[in-house]
Antibody, heavy 124, light 107 residues
Framework: QLQVVQTGGGVVQAGGSLRLSCEAS????????FHWVRQAPGKGLEWLSI????????YYADSVKGRFTVSRDNSKRTVYLQMNRLGVEDTAVYFC?????????????????WGQGTLVIVSS | DVQMTQSPSSLSASVGDRVTITCRAS??????LNWYQQKPGQAPELLIY???SLQSGVPSRFSGAGSGTDFTLTISSLQPEDFATYYC?????????FGPGTKVDMK
């Protein structure tokens, strides 16, 4: 059964750091890229980052570039989002999601499976 | 970055209505345009990928069309479970931006 389970999140003070984790099961994890997407309270979806199937390519939205780092450990079937220098504007539900490439191993494509989301609250 | 716009931002409709949502990209995304449905408190779900391909398990009343910069999502006969927010997303240029969303509620 295809599943993406997120852990981490919680309350952190402004300027602090937090690491989110996303563990997948039920499919060939090392063949897929993964996205991070967030949703601030009452707002729309904001794309944050993608990591390629082998971890060699990473891309970020300008809003998090230089502060957030995506990584993965294929042996643990887990993707991570390290978030540093957090500000109140980073308060949101964060989703991890599997990328399906339009062609094998491509990042161009679509998201077909989402984690349950994890809430991050940055307090001032 | 590719800017995505959606219209309308919200609409009110009745069960059985035909509903069409438009998405426009600021530059061509070829056909790498995806549609997601999100209900309150839930993760989004993929409806349509590559502009017009129906995701497995999604009812056939959902359809997508378009290419280049202009795309549409159509619900042929709105059902009670379709009241939700719909997002388009381009999957061609990084950052893979989402549209602002269209909320469909009950008239």
């Amino acid at each position: 059964q295809l599943q993406v389970v997120q852990t981490g999140g919680g309350v952190v003070q402004a300027g602090g750091s937090l690491r989110l984790s996303c563990e997948a099961s039920g499919f060939a994890f090392s063949r897929y890229g993964f996205h991070w997407v967030r949703q601030a309270p009452g707002k729309g979806l904001e794309w944050l980052s993608i990591i390629s199937y082998d971890g060699t390519k990473e891309y970020y939205a300008d809003s998090v570039k230089g502060r957030f780092t995506v990584s993965r450990d294929n042996s643990k079937r887990t993707v991570y989002l390290q978030m540093n220098r957090l500000g109140v504007e980073d308060t949101a539900v964060y989703f991890c999601a599997r990328n399906v490439g339009a062609v094998s191993a491509a990042l161009v494509g679509w998201i077909d499976t989402w984690g349950q989301g994890t809430l991050v609250i940055v307090s001032s | 970055d590719v800017q995505m716009t959606q219209s309308p931002s919200s609409l009110s409709a009745s069960v059985g209505d035909r509903v069409t949502i438009t998405c426009r990209a600021s530059q061509t995304v070829i056909n790498y345009l995806n549609w997601y449905q999100q209900k309150p408190g839930q993760a989004p779900e993929l409806l349509i990928y590559s502009a017009s391909s129906l995701q497995s398990g999604v009812p056939s009343r959902f359809s997508g069309a378009g290419s280049g910069t202009d795309f549409t999502l159509t619900i042929s006969s709105l059902q009670p479970e379709d009241f939700a927010t719909y997002y388009c997303q381009q999957g061609y240029h990084t950052p893979f931006t989402f549209g602002p969303g269209t909320k469909v509620d009950m008239k």
